[in-house]
């Protein structure tokens, strides 16, 4: 197979501030709404108190980044680490924390590549304002946007504004929905993605004000949908599937405003967000440098016909939702699934990336892809992981074909780095190329072993791209 990924290819791994870093009340940091829900899990020991223990470690693990040939690191900062309680003092101490990991991953030759936001508001913001509900959250991220501007700018030339947006603003308790009347839930789901908007505009154009030579842009989580049949409903369902659950929020970031059926579907629930006037131009303004997209699945979609009486669907699980008058999530048969319900697609991949290309023209990067599984420390004190090996693989081939394709893609982030809190399953998921030795219900010592990915991957980076 011919090689088609540039020298100067962003070979890269992932991770965010709260599934990896623990530490999650030290130096004055604010307790997060990710703290917040990993404490509310019952059935899930590890939380964000050690989770990977990043924050002590953080130079042994990205000694082993280096190790590893990682050309960048994207992570997350945590914004309750910066500002305790989201629109009031600046903790210097949250901020020799950044510069030291952004420091020493410099040192290190790793670019960094960072998101501002993942999943976790300072929990303050929910306490004053009810969160996103409130336009003094838009603000308040503003804000603290521009003080990482400030702060790392000199040194961090690559940014995501927040990480999936459009999959964070469907599970309610990311966006703490608790105890509102049904008959409200999806009118303040619509504000908060609505203020989300203004939020990653105004931070948007920040950027760019600030840091003129940085580049900015949104990370999603994408959405590759096959109709189910070749009825021409299937087809229209699966288009709105992909539309509903993702392209409506690359429409807005790309070019400022709701697409048509998305403005449709508002005013027809009676749920149209509260707007302002100056919202328009900041909204346009906001132009992004690149796409920033997370995959690991792909779905399928039946036509679902209306239902007067149920104009907001129903609910598979809060991710993958069934929309009245558009469309039904069904299974894909010619797809492997994995222990955790996910249908492992690598086509699914060369097809988004096709698809993101030809509708926006900007450069894309994939900043999420990974398998999450039981990984079992076996006698030898290895991590024969060759299952996700098979699937990096793959997945890197179908990069490989989309650049051929003629897409503009400037990197490869899996997720992720090393074991992590997973946002659900703790740790008995994992998706590291590194090993961290606790569990669940005990921390051990939590040491870093290298897993036979890691070998792989450095191969694979060291040959720049397929081996
Ligand atoms: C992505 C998130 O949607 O999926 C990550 O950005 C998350 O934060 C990843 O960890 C995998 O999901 P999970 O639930 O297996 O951790």
């Given at each position: 197979?011919?090689?088609?990924?540039k020298?100067?290819?962003?070979?890269?791994?992932?991770?965010?501030?709260?599934?990896?870093?623990?530490?999650?009340?030290?130096?004055?940091?604010?307790?997060?709404?990710?703290?917040?829900?990993?404490?509310?899990?019952s059935?899930?020991?590890?939380?964000?108190?050690?989770?990977?223990?990043?924050?002590?470690?953080?130079?042994?693990?990205?000694?082993?980044?280096?190790?590893?040939?990682?050309?960048?690191?994207?992570?997350?900062?945590?914004?309750?680490?910066?500002?305790?309680?989201?629109?009031?003092?600046?903790?210097?101490?949250?901020?020799?924390?950044?510069?030291?990991?952004?420091?020493?991953?410099?040192?290190?030759?790793?670019?960094?590549?960072?998101?501002?936001?993942?999943?976790?508001?300072?929990?303050?913001?929910?306490?004053?304002?009810?969160?996103?509900?409130s336009?003094?959250?838009?603000?308040?991220?503003?804000r603290?946007?521009?003080?990482?501007?400030?702060?790392?700018?000199?040194?961090?030339?690559?940014?995501?504004?927040?990480?999936?947006?459009?999959?964070?603003?469907?599970?309610?308790?990311r966006?703490?929905?608790?105890?509102?009347?049904?008959?409200?839930?999806?009118?303040?789901?619509?504000?908060?993605?609505?203020?989300?908007?203004?939020?990653?505009?105004?931070?948007?154009?920040?950027?760019?004000?600030?840091?003129?030579?940085?580049?900015?842009g949104?990370?999603?989580?994408?959405?590759?949908?096959?109709?189910?049949?070749?009825?021409?409903?299937?087809?229209?369902?699966?288009?709105?599937?992909?539309n509903?659950k993702?392209?409506?929020?690359?429409?807005?970031?790309?070019?400022?405003?709701?697409?048509?059926?998305?403005?449709?579907?508002l005013?027809?629930?009676?749920?149209?967000?509260?707007?302002?006037?100056?919202?328009?131009?900041?909204?346009?303004?906001?132009?992004?440098?690149?796409?920033?997209?997370n995959?690991?699945?792909?779905?399928?979609?039946?036509?679902?016909?209306?239902?007067?009486?149920?104009?907001?669907?129903?609910?598979?699980?809060?991710?993958?939702?069934?929309?009245?008058?558009?469309?039904?999530?069904?299974?894909?048969?010619?797809?492997?699934?994995?222990?955790?319900?996910?249908?492992?697609?690598?086509?699914?991949?060369?097809?988004?990336l096709?698809?993101?290309?030809?509708?926006?023209?900007?450069?894309?990067?994939?900043?999420?892809?990974?398998?999450?599984?039981?990984?079992?420390?076996?006698?030898?004190?290895?991590?024969?992981?060759?299952?996700?090996?098979?699937?990096?693989?793959?997945h890197?081939?179908?990069?490989?074909?989309?650049?051929?394709?003629?897409?503009?893609?400037?990197?490869?982030?899996?997720?992720?780095?090393?074991?992590?809190?997973s946002?659900?399953?703790?740790?008995?998921?994992?998706?590291g190329?590194?090993?961290?030795?606790?569990?669940?219900?005990?921390?051990?010592?939590l040491?870093?072993?290298?897993?036979?990915?890691?070998?792989?991957?450095?191969?694979?980076?060291?040959?720049?791209?397929?081996?």
């Open positions: 197979m011919k090689n088609y990924f020298k100067d290819f962003w070979w890269g791994a992932s991770s965010s501030a709260f599934q990896i870093e623990g530490a999650w009340d030290k130096d004055g940091k604010g307790k997060s709404v990710a703290d917040h829900n990993s404490f509310m899990k059935d899930v020991q590890a939380d964000t108190t050690v989770a990977s223990d990043f924050y002590h470690n953080y130079k042994e693990d990205i000694l082993l980044m280096k190790e590893l040939g990682l050309k960048t690191y994207r992570f997350s900062i945590s914004w309750a680490r910066i500002i305790p309680d989201g629109d009031g003092e600046v903790n210097q101490k949250g901020i020799d924390f950044y510069n030291d990991v952004i420091d020493f991953l410099l040192e290190n030759d790793i670019i960094p590549f960072v998101t501002l936001y993942h999943f976790d508001l300072p929990f303050a913001l929910v306490e004053k304002y009810n969160g996103w509900e336009r003094d959250s838009v603000y308040a991220f503003e603290y946007a521009r003080v990482c501007y400030e702060a790392f700018g000199d040194r961090v030339k690559h940014w995501q504004v927040n990480n999936e947006q459009n999959l964070m603003v469907r599970v309610n308790i966006m703490n929905i608790y105890d509102v009347p049904a008959d409200q839930v999806e009118r303040m789901r619509a504000q908060m993605d609505y203020h989300m908007f203004v939020a990653h505009a105004l931070a948007t154009n920040a950027c760019h004000e600030m840091l003129p030579d940085a580049k900015i949104p990370a999603v989580s994408s959405t590759m949908t096959y109709p189910s049949s070749n009825r021409p409903e299937d087809v229209w369902a699966a288009r709105m599937n992909d509903f993702t392209n409506y929020a690359l429409e807005m970031y790309c070019y400022g405003d709701y697409p048509g059926y998305y403005k449709e579907y005013r027809k629930c009676d749920i149209y967000p509260i707007t302002k006037p100056e919202d328009q131009g900041i909204l346009k303004a906001a132009k992004p440098d690149f796409i920033a997209l995959y690991y699945r792909t779905l399928v979609a039946s036509y679902l016909p209306a239902d007067e009486a149920n104009p907001f669907g129903t609910k598979v699980n809060d991710i993958d939702f069934d929309l009245y008058g558009y469309f039904k999530i069904e299974k894909n048969p010619n797809l492997v699934v994995t222990d955790y319900g996910i249908q492992v697609d690598p086509m699914g991949l060369r097809l988004v096709n698809d993101y290309y030809e509708k926006y023209r900007l450069p894309l990067i994939i900043t999420e892809n990974g398998l999450g599984t039981g990984d079992q420390l076996t006698e030898d004190g290895k991590v024969h992981d060759d299952y996700r090996i098979d699937y990096l693989k793959n890197i081939a179908a990069c490989n074909d989309a650049i051929a394709d003629g897409v503009e893609l400037f990197g490869y982030c899996p997720w992720s780095v090393m074991d992590l809190l946002s659900r399953q703790g740790f008995m998921k994992r998706y190329f590194i090993y961290v030795d606790r569990d669940d219900f005990d921390e051990k010592q040491r870093r072993i290298k897993k036979d990915s890691f070998h792989w991957y450095q191969e694979v980076i060291k040959n720049n791209g397929l081996i």
